[in-house]
């Protein structure tokens, strides 16, 4: 598990938190901060990455629902 991955695709998730851990650069918001994730696509994280890795933007917008 790699917390720089998304664990549902394996892209980047882009989580600022892990680029300032890696860099040491201090970082804005992450993006995650202003989106609501569903407890169906949190479902869908497996167990070791829970808690552990960041899902991207791209299937966070997947796994929106519709309004």
Do not use: H, Y
């Not at 609501?36 to 497996?46: G, K, N, Q, T, Y």
Request: proline share 9%; hydrophobic share 40%.
């Amino acid at each position: 598990m790699q917390p720089q991955l998304c664990p549902l695709c394996g892209q980047s998730n882009r989580c600022a938190m892990e680029v300032q851990r890696e860099t040491g650069v201090p970082q804005g918001d992450c993006w995650c901060t202003q989106v609501d994730f569903s407890a169906e696509l949190l479902a869908r994280v497996p167990p070791a990455a829970q808690r552990l890795a960041c899902i991207c933007a791209a299937c966070a917008a997947k796994g929106t629902p519709a309004a």
